[in-house]
């Protein structure tokens, strides 16, 4: 569950950034991919990769993933 609610926010915040998965993909350095199954919830992050894409997108770490 935990990997949906992240999932979801990750895509809202890029398309309110009017990114495509393939432009965020490219400015955090991750593969297509790897976001992609981070969009769907089929794949866990460390934070390191959730650090670049949060950066990329202008917020921070915890907009991102806010604590329960």
Do not use: C, W
């Given at each position: 569950?935990?990997?949906?609610?992240?999932?979801?926010?990750?895509?809202?915040?890029?398309?309110l950034?009017?990114?495509?998965?393939?432009?965020?993909?490219?400015?955090?350095?991750?593969?297509?991919?790897?976001?992609?199954?981070?969009?769907?919830?089929?794949?866990?992050?460390?934070?390191?990769?959730?650090?670049?894409?949060?950066?990329?997108?202008?917020?921070?770490?915890?907009?991102?993933?806010?604590?329960?």
């Open positions: 569950m935990e990997n949906m609610h992240l999932a979801q926010r990750i895509r809202a915040f890029r398309k950034k009017g990114y495509t998965q393939q432009q965020l993909a490219e400015k955090s350095g991750v593969s297509l991919a790897v976001l992609g199954a981070l969009e769907r919830g089929n794949r866990r992050a460390d934070d390191q990769i959730l650090n670049k894409i949060a950066n990329n997108l202008e917020i921070t770490l915890a907009e991102l993933k806010p604590e329960k």
